[in-house]
């Protein structure tokens, strides 16, 4: 039989999860009520053992086992990152229309002009149409909805050759006046082995389901590791803390757009047919690496055998066939579409995924991605986000029907 102080020590236990997923990231009001609930448990046991019932509990409560999965199934955590009160969208795409409409052609006179110093990351490749298989019958993460296999036909299309890096974003901010979301919030989540001594100090909670996730005040895109962080020697590496919706702003000042999922992954596999990775099969062909992720034993150590033990600059690696650069690794990539996990085997015409949803889909993996515990860095993998949700591995590049004229 369990007694109460059983009881409350269990209900705590859940009660403590609860408190972590929903009163820090959600900030939310159920939070306080399950804190009133606590309160009530504490006092029905004290009442108990005031009445002489000395029983004591001998049993262990142990942190809820995660849910089974493959090697391969597990995850980084990223995708617990995300924030509350998020609209459930609209059939246009874009979550907040407001977000996006100051940068558009009309409010922005005169256009974008590239200059000398980022001129060199702001390329587009021109992406030729085709078919091809998009997902697998043989998902590494079936959770994830990396299947069905379905023939997926793509016009032509433009992509940026390389992520949006910390000086294009800059060159954004400085002629837009653009305040993040994580900038807005004055916190965003960053991976504990980033973090100073002095920054964790300060720090007493953390994201229940993955420890090694961090909410740091005053962490973004300026501040990739909180305050006693800058973008000093990281101009040339992929911007990150950045949200969907910062995204979207972004590709409509400079007069882009975000790719839709099945964009980016034709455009990963760079004209490559059933391939895990955009150079093939091989994770070290010729024992070269060709992308920035986890190496050794993780969240413990990364030994950096690729060169960076976190971002790299967006020019690192070989670009696959499109000439496309660091399409897996380094930074994850907001698409524009809706997340959903189950896919018609239907032959399609430019999909846009579904209509409506709660999340974005991201792409590509990150430099924390591992295959014992995130094997995302693969063209049919995928994740997803609230369009708020802000981390220190999540950026974006850009897509484009034509050809900006300020690139041409």
């Not at 969240?299 to 690729?306: L, M, R, V």
Request: net charge negative.
């Amino acid at each position: 039989m369990i007694c109460p102080l059983q009881t409350w020590l269990l209900c705590t236990h859940r009660i403590e999860l609860l408190l972590e997923t929903n009163y820090l990231y959600h900030r939310g009001r159920c939070a306080e009520m399950i804190h009133g609930l606590a309160v009530s448990l504490l006092t029905f046991t004290l009442i108990y053992a005031s009445l002489g019932n000395e029983e004591k509990s001998t049993s262990v409560i142990e942190d809820p086992k995660p849910h089974s999965a493959s090697e391969e199934g597990r995850s980084c955590g990223c995708n617990f990152l995300n924030r509350a009160g998020v609209s459930s969208g609209s059939e246009s795409g874009v979550l907040f229309p407001e977000a996006a409409v100051k940068y558009t052609r009309e409010a922005n006179e005169p256009p974008v002009k590239n200059t000398k110093e980022t001129a060199r990351f702001n390329q587009m490749v021109l992406i030729p149409r085709g078919v091809f298989l998009m997902g697998t019958d043989e998902p590494a993460i079936p959770q994830d909805g990396e299947g069905p296999a379905r023939r997926v036909h793509i016009q032509q299309f433009y992509m940026d050759m390389y992520e949006v890096s910390n000086l294009e974003f800059e060159h954004f901010v400085n002629a837009t006046g653009h305040v993040t979301e994580a900038e807005k919030f004055g916190d965003s989540f960053v991976f504990e082995g980033l973090l100073s001594e002095k920054v964790k100090n300060k720090i007493t909670q953390a994201v229940a389901a993955a420890p090694w996730w961090m909410p740091v005040k005053e962490a973004n895109w300026r501040q990739p590791e909180g305050p006693d962080s800058s973008l000093a020697d990281r101009l040339e590496h992929p911007v990150l803390h950045v949200s969907w919706n910062d995204a979207v702003a972004y590709c409509a000042w400079a007069k882009k757009r975000l790719p839709t999922e099945a964009e980016w992954e034709y455009a990963c596999r760079g004209g490559l047919e059933n391939r895990l990775f955009p150079w093939g099969n091989k994770l070290l062909p010729k024992d070269q690496h060709y992308a920035n992720i986890w190496q050794g034993d993780f969240p413990a150590h990364n030994t950096g055998e690729d060169g960076y033990t976190e971002t790299s600059p967006v020019t690192a690696f070989p670009p696959n066939g499109y000439g496309l650069y660091n399409m897996v690794g380094n930074a994850w990539e907001w698409t524009a579409d809706w997340w959903s996990v189950h896919h018609s085997t239907d032959e399609t015409h430019n999909p846009t995924g579904p209509a409506t949803g709660k999340d974005k889909v991201k792409k590509g993996g990150s430099y924390m991605c591992h295959k014992s515990y995130c094997y995302r860095y693969r063209c049919v993998a995928r994740s997803q986000n609230t369009p708020d949700s802000s981390a220190s591995n999540l950026g974006f590049r850009c897509a484009a029907d034509q050809l900006p004229d300020y690139l041409q």
